[in-house]
Protein backbone atom coordinates (compact mmCIF):
# COMPACT_ATOMS: atom_id res chain seq x y z
CA UNK A 1 0.00 0.00 0.00
CA UNK A 2 1.47 3.29 -0.99
CA UNK A 3 1.80 5.75 2.05
CA UNK A 4 -0.77 8.13 0.77
CA UNK A 5 -3.61 5.39 0.82
CA UNK A 6 -1.85 3.87 3.98
CA UNK A 7 -2.47 7.46 5.81
CA UNK A 8 -5.72 7.90 4.62
CA UNK A 9 -6.89 4.50 5.46
CA UNK A 10 -5.04 4.72 9.46
CA UNK A 11 -7.18 8.47 9.72
CA UNK A 12 -10.17 7.51 8.30
CA UNK A 13 -10.88 5.38 11.33
CA UNK A 14 -11.38 8.11 13.86
CA UNK A 15 -14.50 8.93 11.81
CA UNK A 16 -16.32 6.57 14.15
CA UNK A 17 -16.75 7.21 17.32
CA UNK A 18 -15.35 5.43 20.39
CA UNK A 19 -18.75 4.08 21.16
CA UNK A 20 -18.92 2.87 17.46
CA UNK A 21 -21.35 4.96 16.18
CA UNK A 22 -21.28 6.82 12.78
CA UNK A 23 -19.97 10.62 12.46
CA UNK A 24 -22.89 12.77 12.38
CA UNK A 25 -23.02 16.65 11.57
CA UNK A 26 -25.34 19.05 10.68
CA UNK A 27 -25.04 21.88 8.56
CA UNK A 28 -22.92 24.54 9.76
CA UNK A 29 -24.55 28.20 10.41
CA UNK A 30 -23.10 31.03 8.83
CA UNK A 31 -24.30 33.24 11.22
CA UNK A 32 -22.24 31.35 14.34
CA UNK A 33 -18.74 32.06 12.11
CA UNK A 34 -17.15 34.64 13.79
CA UNK A 35 -13.77 34.46 11.97
CA UNK A 36 -13.57 35.06 8.33
CA UNK A 37 -12.84 32.08 6.46
CA UNK A 38 -9.55 31.36 4.87
CA UNK A 39 -7.56 28.94 2.56
CA UNK A 40 -5.99 25.82 4.87
CA UNK A 41 -2.65 25.60 4.15
CA UNK A 42 0.45 23.28 5.45
CA UNK A 43 3.04 25.36 7.19
CA UNK A 44 6.40 23.95 6.20
CA UNK A 45 8.57 25.47 8.71
CA UNK A 46 8.65 22.51 10.90
CA UNK A 47 9.55 20.40 7.83
CA UNK A 48 12.22 22.67 6.48
CA UNK A 49 14.69 22.69 9.87
CA UNK A 50 11.86 24.26 12.33
CA UNK A 51 11.54 27.87 12.85
CA UNK A 52 11.88 28.69 9.03
CA UNK A 53 9.87 31.04 6.78
CA UNK A 54 10.21 34.24 5.75
CA UNK A 55 10.79 37.60 7.24
CA UNK A 56 7.33 39.06 7.85
CA UNK A 57 8.87 42.46 9.69
CA UNK A 58 10.24 43.21 13.04
CA UNK A 59 8.46 45.13 15.88
CA UNK A 60 11.50 47.53 16.97
CA UNK A 61 9.92 48.41 20.79
CA UNK A 62 9.39 44.85 21.22
CA UNK A 63 13.52 44.01 19.98
CA UNK A 64 11.72 40.64 18.48
CA UNK A 65 11.90 39.47 15.16
CA UNK A 66 8.49 38.32 13.97
CA UNK A 67 9.26 35.25 11.39
CA UNK A 68 5.60 34.33 9.61
CA UNK A 69 4.50 30.97 8.96
CA UNK A 70 2.38 31.80 5.90
CA UNK A 71 5.38 34.08 3.33
CA UNK A 72 5.18 32.22 0.24
CA UNK A 73 3.59 28.68 1.55
CA UNK A 74 2.07 26.89 -0.94
CA UNK A 75 -1.66 25.82 -0.79
CA UNK A 76 -2.78 22.07 -0.56
CA UNK A 77 -4.24 20.64 -2.81
CA UNK A 78 -7.70 19.50 -1.49
CA UNK A 79 -9.71 16.65 -2.66
CA UNK A 80 -13.68 17.19 -3.45
CA UNK A 81 -15.24 14.72 -0.62
CA UNK A 82 -13.36 14.00 2.83
CA UNK A 83 -15.39 10.80 3.35
CA UNK A 84 -12.57 8.57 2.83
CA UNK A 85 -11.27 9.58 5.33
CA UNK A 86 -12.56 8.55 8.26
CA UNK A 87 -13.02 4.71 7.38
CA UNK A 88 -11.06 2.04 8.46
CA UNK A 89 -8.67 2.28 11.34
CA UNK A 90 -11.56 2.82 13.50
CA UNK A 91 -12.64 -0.88 13.04
CA UNK A 92 -9.34 -1.91 14.47
CA UNK A 93 -9.43 0.79 17.22
CA UNK A 94 -12.80 -0.71 18.26
CA UNK A 95 -12.41 -4.32 17.84
CA UNK A 96 -11.50 -4.61 20.74
CA UNK A 97 -10.82 -2.93 24.11
CA UNK A 98 -7.38 -0.78 24.47
CA UNK A 99 -5.27 -2.11 28.04
CA UNK A 100 -4.62 0.77 30.28
CA UNK A 101 -1.46 1.21 31.68
CA UNK A 102 -1.14 0.83 35.80
CA UNK A 103 -2.15 4.41 37.02
CA UNK A 104 1.04 5.67 39.24
CA UNK A 105 3.98 3.37 37.69
CA UNK A 106 7.01 4.64 38.36
CA UNK A 107 9.05 3.95 35.97
CA UNK A 108 8.30 2.64 32.62
CA UNK A 109 10.33 1.55 29.10
CA UNK A 110 10.92 3.08 26.14
CA UNK A 111 8.10 1.08 24.30
CA UNK A 112 4.30 2.44 23.43
CA UNK A 113 1.21 0.26 23.93
CA UNK A 114 0.55 -2.61 22.24
CA UNK A 115 -0.34 -1.05 18.46
CA UNK A 116 0.78 -2.62 15.24
CA UNK A 117 -0.15 0.46 12.77
CA UNK A 118 1.72 1.40 10.13
CA UNK A 119 3.56 4.41 9.84
CA UNK A 120 2.41 7.45 8.54
CA UNK A 121 3.43 10.92 6.61
CA UNK A 122 2.54 13.17 8.80
CA UNK A 123 2.25 15.68 5.39
CA UNK A 124 -0.09 13.89 3.68
CA UNK A 125 -2.06 13.64 7.17
CA UNK A 126 -1.88 17.35 7.46
CA UNK A 127 -3.14 17.62 4.23
CA UNK A 128 -6.17 15.43 5.01
CA UNK A 129 -6.98 17.31 8.15
CA UNK A 130 -7.38 20.03 5.86
CA UNK A 131 -9.65 18.90 3.37
CA UNK A 132 -11.74 17.73 6.20
CA UNK A 133 -12.06 20.94 8.37
CA UNK A 134 -12.82 22.89 4.43
CA UNK A 135 -15.77 23.95 5.74
CA UNK A 136 -14.33 25.54 8.52
CA UNK A 137 -12.48 29.10 8.99
CA UNK A 138 -8.82 28.73 8.93
CA UNK A 139 -7.06 28.60 12.68
CA UNK A 140 -5.83 32.05 13.63
CA UNK A 141 -2.61 32.78 11.82
CA UNK A 142 0.40 32.76 14.52
CA UNK A 143 3.96 33.92 14.01
CA UNK A 144 7.74 32.92 15.26
CA UNK A 145 9.05 35.24 17.07
CA UNK A 146 12.99 35.18 17.95
CA UNK A 147 13.26 37.46 21.29
CA UNK A 148 17.20 38.08 20.09
CA UNK A 149 15.87 39.99 17.20
CA UNK A 150 17.73 37.24 14.80
CA UNK A 151 16.96 34.09 13.44
CA UNK A 152 19.39 31.75 15.76
CA UNK A 153 21.65 29.81 13.69
CA UNK A 154 21.84 25.90 15.04
CA UNK A 155 24.90 23.87 14.64
CA UNK A 156 24.46 20.53 13.99
CA UNK A 157 25.47 19.04 16.57
CA UNK A 158 23.18 21.38 18.79
CA UNK A 159 19.55 21.53 16.90
CA UNK A 160 16.52 23.23 18.49
CA UNK A 161 14.29 21.35 20.48
CA UNK A 162 10.54 22.25 19.82
CA UNK A 163 8.23 22.07 22.96
CA UNK A 164 4.19 22.55 22.47
CA UNK A 165 1.75 23.12 25.77
CA UNK A 166 -1.49 22.91 25.29
CA UNK A 167 -5.14 22.18 26.93
CA UNK A 168 -7.25 20.72 24.23
CA UNK A 169 -10.49 20.95 26.29
CA UNK A 170 -11.82 17.39 26.96
CA UNK A 171 -14.67 16.32 24.77
CA UNK A 172 -16.98 15.54 27.43
CA UNK A 173 -16.51 18.99 29.20
CA UNK A 174 -16.82 21.34 26.29
CA UNK A 175 -19.78 19.50 25.63
CA UNK A 176 -21.39 18.75 28.92
CA UNK A 177 -19.70 21.09 31.64
CA UNK A 178 -17.90 23.44 30.50
CA UNK A 179 -21.33 25.97 29.32
CA UNK A 180 -19.72 27.97 26.41
CA UNK A 181 -22.75 29.90 25.73
CA UNK A 182 -21.34 31.83 22.52
CA UNK A 183 -20.08 28.67 20.92
CA UNK A 184 -22.59 26.82 19.11
CA UNK A 185 -22.50 22.86 19.95
CA UNK A 186 -21.84 22.16 16.52
CA UNK A 187 -18.85 23.58 16.52
CA UNK A 188 -17.63 20.98 19.28
CA UNK A 189 -18.51 18.02 17.23
CA UNK A 190 -15.21 15.55 17.94
CA UNK A 191 -15.88 14.20 14.25
CA UNK A 192 -14.29 17.54 13.28
CA UNK A 193 -12.84 19.30 16.26
CA UNK A 194 -10.16 16.53 16.66
CA UNK A 195 -9.09 17.23 13.20
CA UNK A 196 -8.46 20.86 14.17
CA UNK A 197 -6.44 19.28 17.29
CA UNK A 198 -4.37 17.56 15.24
CA UNK A 199 -4.10 19.97 12.18
CA UNK A 200 -2.60 22.24 14.81
CA UNK A 201 -0.20 19.78 16.52
CA UNK A 202 1.27 18.59 12.29
CA UNK A 203 1.40 22.25 11.82
CA UNK A 204 4.30 22.92 14.28
CA UNK A 205 5.60 19.30 14.89
CA UNK A 206 7.09 19.14 18.12
CA UNK A 207 9.73 17.25 19.21
CA UNK A 208 7.86 17.18 22.80
CA UNK A 209 4.24 17.52 23.03
CA UNK A 210 2.10 18.22 26.89
CA UNK A 211 -1.23 17.84 26.43
CA UNK A 212 -4.05 18.54 29.29
CA UNK A 213 -8.04 17.92 29.24
CA UNK A 214 -7.12 14.50 27.16
CA UNK A 215 -10.34 12.10 27.43
CA UNK A 216 -9.28 10.72 23.72
CA UNK A 217 -6.05 9.41 24.84
CA UNK A 218 -6.52 5.50 23.45
CA UNK A 219 -9.03 6.23 20.88
CA UNK A 220 -7.22 9.19 19.24
CA UNK A 221 -3.66 11.23 20.22
CA UNK A 222 -2.29 7.44 21.29
CA UNK A 223 -2.42 5.37 17.96
CA UNK A 224 -2.24 8.64 15.95
CA UNK A 225 0.95 10.07 17.59
CA UNK A 226 2.29 6.68 17.80
CA UNK A 227 2.33 6.36 13.56
CA UNK A 228 3.81 9.71 13.66
CA UNK A 229 6.74 8.29 15.50
CA UNK A 230 5.97 9.90 18.87
CA UNK A 231 5.86 7.78 22.18
CA UNK A 232 3.34 8.59 24.11
CA UNK A 233 2.23 8.34 28.44
CA UNK A 234 -0.79 9.08 30.17
CA UNK A 235 -2.12 9.97 33.66
CA UNK A 236 -5.90 10.13 33.95
CA UNK A 237 -7.57 12.53 37.11
CA UNK A 238 -8.61 10.24 39.61
CA UNK A 239 -12.14 11.72 40.02
CA UNK A 240 -12.10 13.06 36.68
CA UNK A 241 -15.43 15.61 36.18
CA UNK A 242 -15.80 13.81 32.89
CA UNK A 243 -17.45 10.91 34.39
CA UNK A 244 -20.02 13.20 35.36
CA UNK A 245 -21.23 13.66 31.69
CA UNK A 246 -23.43 11.03 29.56
CA UNK A 247 -21.93 9.36 26.91
CA UNK A 248 -18.47 10.23 28.04
CA UNK A 249 -15.41 8.66 26.43
CA UNK A 250 -14.14 7.81 30.02
CA UNK A 251 -11.08 10.01 32.69
CA UNK A 252 -9.86 13.68 31.34
CA UNK A 253 -5.96 13.78 32.52
CA UNK A 254 -2.32 14.81 31.25
CA UNK A 255 -0.18 13.24 28.14
CA UNK A 256 3.19 13.35 27.05
CA UNK A 257 4.47 12.74 23.88
CA UNK A 258 8.18 12.88 22.59
CA UNK A 259 9.61 12.01 19.54
CA UNK A 260 11.19 8.39 19.45
CA UNK A 261 14.05 9.91 16.69
CA UNK A 262 15.16 12.40 18.84
CA UNK A 263 15.02 11.05 22.41
CA UNK A 264 14.78 7.77 23.87
CA UNK A 265 13.48 7.48 27.93
CA UNK A 266 15.46 7.15 31.06
CA UNK A 267 12.46 7.08 33.62
CA UNK A 268 9.11 8.05 33.80
CA UNK A 269 7.01 9.18 37.27
CA UNK A 270 3.30 9.58 37.23
CA UNK A 271 2.51 11.76 40.25
CA UNK A 272 -0.69 12.32 41.64
CA UNK A 273 -0.14 15.75 43.72
CA UNK A 274 -0.66 16.39 47.55
CA UNK A 275 -1.14 19.66 49.42
CA UNK A 276 -0.59 19.21 52.89
CA UNK A 277 0.20 15.54 52.82
CA UNK A 278 -3.37 14.89 51.37
CA UNK A 279 -3.75 13.34 47.89
CA UNK A 280 -5.59 15.47 45.04
CA UNK A 281 -7.12 15.05 41.92
CA UNK A 282 -4.56 16.68 40.04
CA UNK A 283 -1.59 15.03 38.34
CA UNK A 284 1.57 15.43 37.21
CA UNK A 285 4.01 13.26 34.54
CA UNK A 286 7.74 13.48 34.70
CA UNK A 287 9.81 12.01 32.08
CA UNK A 288 13.67 12.11 31.86
CA UNK A 289 14.93 11.72 28.11
CA UNK A 290 17.99 11.96 26.58
CA UNK A 291 18.52 13.91 23.57
CA UNK A 292 19.76 11.44 20.54
CA UNK A 293 21.47 14.48 18.86
CA UNK A 294 23.68 15.53 21.80
CA UNK A 295 23.93 12.82 24.28
CA UNK A 296 22.51 15.35 27.02
CA UNK A 297 19.80 14.55 29.60
CA UNK A 298 16.03 16.41 29.51
CA UNK A 299 13.36 16.36 32.32
CA UNK A 300 10.24 17.13 30.85
CA UNK A 301 6.83 17.66 33.41
CA UNK A 302 3.46 18.18 32.35
CA UNK A 303 0.54 19.13 34.77
CA UNK A 304 -2.68 20.74 35.47
CA UNK A 305 -3.34 22.23 38.90
CA UNK A 306 -6.48 22.91 40.22
CA UNK A 307 -9.23 25.12 38.38
CA UNK A 308 -11.89 27.83 39.76
CA UNK A 309 -11.15 30.98 41.99
CA UNK A 310 -10.90 30.60 45.80
CA UNK A 311 -8.61 27.18 45.22
CA UNK A 312 -5.41 29.22 45.16
CA UNK A 313 -3.82 28.06 48.32
CA UNK A 314 -4.38 24.68 46.68
CA UNK A 315 -2.70 25.31 43.65
CA UNK A 316 0.07 26.71 45.47
CA UNK A 317 0.29 23.37 47.83
CA UNK A 318 0.48 21.40 44.03
CA UNK A 319 3.16 23.49 42.71
CA UNK A 320 5.23 23.06 45.87
CA UNK A 321 4.84 19.53 46.00
CA UNK A 322 5.73 19.04 42.35
CA UNK A 323 8.46 21.08 42.79
CA UNK A 324 9.77 18.90 45.36
CA UNK A 325 9.53 16.21 43.25
CA UNK A 326 11.34 17.30 40.50
CA UNK A 327 14.15 18.01 42.59
CA UNK A 328 13.83 14.59 43.91
CA UNK A 329 13.79 13.27 40.28
CA UNK A 330 16.58 15.06 38.86
CA UNK A 331 18.97 14.47 41.94
CA UNK A 332 18.51 10.81 41.35
CA UNK A 333 19.68 10.42 37.81
CA UNK A 334 22.75 9.48 39.03
CA UNK A 335 25.27 11.14 36.41
CA UNK A 336 27.79 14.31 36.40
CA UNK A 337 25.28 16.35 35.18
CA UNK A 338 22.59 15.46 38.05
CA UNK A 339 24.91 15.56 40.97
CA UNK A 340 26.18 19.21 39.45
CA UNK A 341 22.50 20.26 39.22
CA UNK A 342 22.57 20.55 35.84
CA UNK A 343 20.27 18.47 34.13
CA UNK A 344 17.99 21.14 32.65
CA UNK A 345 13.85 20.58 33.24
CA UNK A 346 11.13 22.21 30.92
CA UNK A 347 7.91 22.36 33.25
CA UNK A 348 4.46 22.38 30.85
CA UNK A 349 1.24 23.41 32.17
CA UNK A 350 -2.26 24.59 32.62
CA UNK A 351 -1.39 26.27 35.76
CA UNK A 352 -5.48 27.87 36.61
CA UNK A 353 -2.99 30.39 37.86
CA UNK A 354 -2.61 33.99 37.38
CA UNK A 355 0.89 35.79 37.37
CA UNK A 356 0.24 37.41 40.57
CA UNK A 357 -0.63 34.06 42.34
CA UNK A 358 1.85 32.50 45.27
CA UNK A 359 2.13 28.91 42.83
CA UNK A 360 3.69 31.22 40.13
CA UNK A 361 6.10 33.14 42.42
CA UNK A 362 6.87 29.78 43.72
CA UNK A 363 7.86 28.57 40.14
CA UNK A 364 9.92 31.59 38.98
CA UNK A 365 11.97 31.71 42.51
CA UNK A 366 12.37 28.06 42.92
CA UNK A 367 15.95 26.80 43.27
CA UNK A 368 15.70 24.95 39.97
CA UNK A 369 16.18 28.36 38.05
CA UNK A 370 13.19 27.92 36.49
CA UNK A 371 11.63 30.91 34.02
CA UNK A 372 8.96 31.46 32.16
CA UNK A 373 9.31 31.18 28.09
CA UNK A 374 6.13 33.14 27.18
CA UNK A 375 7.66 36.29 29.41
CA UNK A 376 10.24 36.96 26.13
CA UNK A 377 7.47 37.97 23.93
CA UNK A 378 6.84 41.31 26.39
CA UNK A 379 8.91 44.40 25.45
CA UNK A 380 11.02 43.99 28.85
CA UNK A 381 11.34 39.99 28.64
CA UNK A 382 9.77 40.19 32.48
CA UNK A 383 5.80 39.92 31.66
CA UNK A 384 3.72 37.60 30.81
CA UNK A 385 1.36 37.57 27.67
CA UNK A 386 -2.20 39.71 28.79
CA UNK A 387 -4.05 35.78 27.92
CA UNK A 388 -3.53 32.09 27.06
CA UNK A 389 -7.59 31.47 27.42
CA UNK A 390 -10.34 33.37 26.46
CA UNK A 391 -13.99 32.59 26.56
CA UNK A 392 -17.43 32.82 27.55
CA UNK A 393 -19.73 31.68 30.23
CA UNK A 394 -22.50 31.80 31.65
CA UNK A 395 -20.86 33.73 34.64
CA UNK A 396 -19.19 36.24 32.02
CA UNK A 397 -16.61 36.78 30.29
CA UNK A 398 -13.34 35.24 31.71
CA UNK A 399 -9.36 36.35 29.77
CA UNK A 400 -6.61 34.85 31.57
CA UNK A 401 -3.24 34.06 31.40
CA UNK A 402 -2.95 30.09 32.87
CA UNK A 403 -0.77 28.38 30.77
CA UNK A 404 2.99 28.08 31.20
CA UNK A 405 6.22 26.86 29.92
CA UNK A 406 8.88 26.61 32.44
CA UNK A 407 12.38 25.81 31.38
CA UNK A 408 16.07 25.80 33.14
CA UNK A 409 17.19 29.99 32.07
CA UNK A 410 20.63 28.66 33.15
CA UNK A 411 21.21 25.78 31.25
CA UNK A 412 18.60 25.72 28.15
CA UNK A 413 17.86 29.16 25.81
CA UNK A 414 14.88 29.99 23.81
CA UNK A 415 15.30 30.27 20.46
CA UNK A 416 11.90 31.71 19.35
CA UNK A 417 7.94 31.52 20.89
CA UNK A 418 4.97 31.19 19.04
CA UNK A 419 2.97 34.40 19.37
CA UNK A 420 -0.32 35.16 20.81
CA UNK A 421 -3.38 35.52 18.56
CA UNK A 422 -5.01 39.42 18.62
CA UNK A 423 -8.46 39.78 19.84
CA UNK A 424 -9.53 40.66 16.19
CA UNK A 425 -8.01 37.23 15.26
CA UNK A 426 -9.67 35.35 18.04
CA UNK A 427 -13.07 36.90 17.46
CA UNK A 428 -16.12 38.50 19.23
CA UNK A 429 -18.07 35.09 20.16
CA UNK A 430 -13.87 34.05 22.02
CA UNK A 431 -12.95 30.23 22.54
CA UNK A 432 -13.50 27.57 21.58
CA UNK A 433 -15.13 27.93 18.29
CA UNK A 434 -15.33 26.82 14.31
CA UNK A 435 -11.98 28.05 13.65
CA UNK A 436 -10.04 26.69 16.88
CA UNK A 437 -11.02 24.01 19.04
CA UNK A 438 -10.50 24.86 22.30
CA UNK A 439 -10.52 27.29 25.41
CA UNK A 440 -6.86 27.65 26.25
CA UNK A 441 -4.02 28.89 23.49
CA UNK A 442 -1.65 26.08 22.37
CA UNK A 443 2.21 27.73 23.55
CA UNK A 444 5.29 26.66 21.67
CA UNK A 445 8.97 27.57 21.75
CA UNK A 446 12.22 25.71 20.66
CA UNK A 447 15.16 25.74 23.06
CA UNK A 448 18.20 24.32 22.88
CA UNK A 449 21.06 23.38 25.11
CA UNK A 450 23.44 25.83 26.61
CA UNK A 451 27.16 25.16 25.42
CA UNK A 452 29.00 23.82 28.32
CA UNK A 453 32.91 24.79 28.81
CA UNK A 454 34.05 21.12 29.13
CA UNK A 455 32.53 20.17 26.33
CA UNK A 456 34.61 23.11 24.38
CA UNK A 457 37.44 22.01 25.48
Known amino acids: MNPARRCSAFFGQLCVSSRGGPATRGPFSPVAVSAPAGTRCCHPDRATGGGGGAVN ?16 VPVCPMGASSSRLFGTLAQTLNSAPLAQPDLYPEEN ?94 TYRPDILCLQEVDHYY ?10 GYHGTFMAKPWSPCLDVEQNNGPDG ?41 GRRLCVAVTHLKARSGWERLRSAQGADLLQSLRRITSR ?9 NVPLVVCGDFNAEPTEEVYRSFSSSPLGLDSAYKLLSSDGQTEPAYTTW ?11 LDYIWYSHDALNVDCVLDIPTEEQIGPDRLPSYHYPSDHLSLLCDISFREEHHRLM
Not at 150 to 162: A, D, G, W
Not at 254 to 281: D, E, G, I, V, W
Not at 333 to 341: H, I, K, L, Q, T
Request: glycine share 4%; charged share 25%.
Open 219 to 228: DTFQPILSSL
Open 333 to 341: CGDREAASG
Open 254 to 294: CALFYRRSRFSLQATAHLRLSAKMLPTNQVAIVQTLTCRET
Open 109 to 202: SDQDLDQDLAEIDPDQLLRECEEALQSRPARPHRDLVFPNGLSPHHHTYNPSIRVMQWNILAQALGEGKDGFIRCPLDALNWEERKYLILEEIL
Open 57 to 72: GTRPQLKLTRISNSAA
Open 391 to 401: KIRPSGESCST
